[in-house]
């Protein structure tokens, strides 16, 4: 009897210590967003259970249908992880190897020499930024897509920043080639791989590549991104503010964007990935290996991750993403398995108070 009080305290003591940090986040989002300082939905989990999930604005600001937690948010640069991902189940596959140059799966490409699959999942192939260069010599009355960014770097060749693997600089065009690369050896499109090989086999029921204004279609619980260009103006889609208006003639490229989904379908992924359901245990490991360059200094970037040490919170994978009218989060906090998503869906409520929340998961004072 005296074993089994014993045990049930334990158990009051764990609810309610979890029920103050739950508290504490809580009281912390409500203050951001009385002060319009957020929009949008976090959670927070220890082990896989959710300590707190919360959603804080509309989904639509016309109709005012609210943010809930099953609200589907614009990801951004978190795509970036599901393309590396879909990379390596194509290479454990046989189907590619990474250190093949890039030129072997995309032959407009043939002036790019030396520059290998593995530089582009790990940022350091020298790649100019694609936007730029869209930016001055495309055709905006069209909605771009990858093959068109393929065909203005065979047509132009701008010059690569760096030699391959001599420097790290963050690279969308590497990931948009990635995608052409899964497209090119695998038959499906990127969005159909992503969906067979990650999306269905993990559960993820309502995580998808969406190019809303290049196929628009019906999606139930969407969660419009906003964006105000000044004090002055209320929330509006970035189609409608002249400054952003690339989101229209850039939606249709894929790879380093445009995958959508919800904190909870981002949870099945954080699970996933401490497990070898998607790759070998080599593979695995593979994804979270920071790149060496060839002076052997290592990068803080692996495959579609940022990988960092703390003396508190102890090694941590994250990334983050960012799109007019959003921004994305996901934080794991891979030694101690703790997890943060932030999903936002107004561009200039960026608060994002990561130090805070750590503090009260980690009972900091």
Same mark, same amino acid.
């Given at each position: ?11 009051? /003591? ?11 986040? @809580? ?14 939905? %976090? ?11 919360? *959603? ?6 016309? =109709? ?8 589907? $948010?614009?990801?951004?640069? !978190?795509?970036?992880? $599901? ?65 068109? +960014? ?9 010059? %690569? ?6 420097? $790290?600089?963050? *690279?969308?065009?590497?990931?948009? $080639? ?8 695998? /038959? ?17 029921? #309502?995580?998808?590549?969406y190019n809303r204004r290049l196929n628009p279609k019906k999606v139930e619980n969407y969660a419009f991104g906003y964006f105000s260009p000044d004090s ?20 249709? !490229? ?28 080599? /593979? ?12 052997? =200094? ?20 994250? #990334? ?12 794991? #906090? ?7 998503? +932030?999903?936002?869906? #107004?561009?200039? @409520? ?13 009972? !900091?004072?």
């Open positions: 009897m005296k074993i089994k009080l014993s045990i049930l305290l334990m158990f009051i /003591g764990q609810f309610v210590f979890s029920q103050n940090k739950a508290q504490k986040i @809580d009281s912390l989002m409500n203050a951001l967003y009385s002060t319009d300082d957020f929009s949008g939905t %976090v959670l927070v989990a220890e082990k896989g259970k959710i300590l707190y999930s919360h *959603s804080f604005g509309f989904a639509n600001a016309t =109709t005012k249908e609210k943010l809930t937690e099953n609200s589907i $948010f614009e990801t951004g640069s !978190i795509s970036k992880q $599901f393309t590396a991902m879909a990379i390596m189940i194509l290479k454990e596959k046989g189907k590619l190897n990474l250190d093949d140059e890039i030129k072997k799966y995309i032959p407009e490409l043939v002036n790019y020499k030396g520059i290998t699959i593995r530089n582009l999942l790990n940022h350091t192939g020298g790649l100019p930024d694609y936007m730029e260069i869209m930016d001055s010599l495309f055709d905006k009355s069209k909605i771009a897509t990858n093959k068109d +960014i393929i065909a203005l770097y065979s047509k132009y060749k701008p010059k %690569v920043l760096f030699e391959p693997n001599s420097k $790290f600089v963050y *690279s969308n065009t590497g990931y948009a $080639f990635l995608a052409t690369i899964i497209e090119n050896v695998s /038959g499906l499109t990127y969005a159909e791989y992503l969906s067979k090989n990650i999306f269905k086999p993990l559960k993820m029921k #309502h995580t998808f590549v002055l103006t209320g929330y509006i889609l970035p189609d409608d503010f002249e400054e952003t208006k690339f989101v229209i003639w850039l939606d249709g !490229i894929v790879g380093d964007g445009a995958v959508n989904s919800t904190v909870i379908d981002l949870l099945k992924w954080d699970r996933a990935l401490y497990k070898n359901i998607l790759l070998s245990d080599d /593979g695995m490991k593979a994804i979270f290996e920071v790149a060496t360059l060839n002076n052997k =200094t290592k990068t803080s970037y692996a495959m579609g991750w940022e990988i960092e040490k703390f003396d508190v919170y102890s090694k941590m994978t994250r #990334h983050g993403g960012s799109w007019p009218g959003y921004v994305a989060y996901i934080e794991r #906090h891979i030694e101690n398995d703790k997890t943060i998503i +932030i999903l936002q869906n #107004h561009e200039d @409520d960026i608060s994002i108070p990561l130090k805070a929340i750590r503090k009260i998961i980690y009972n !900091i004072n």
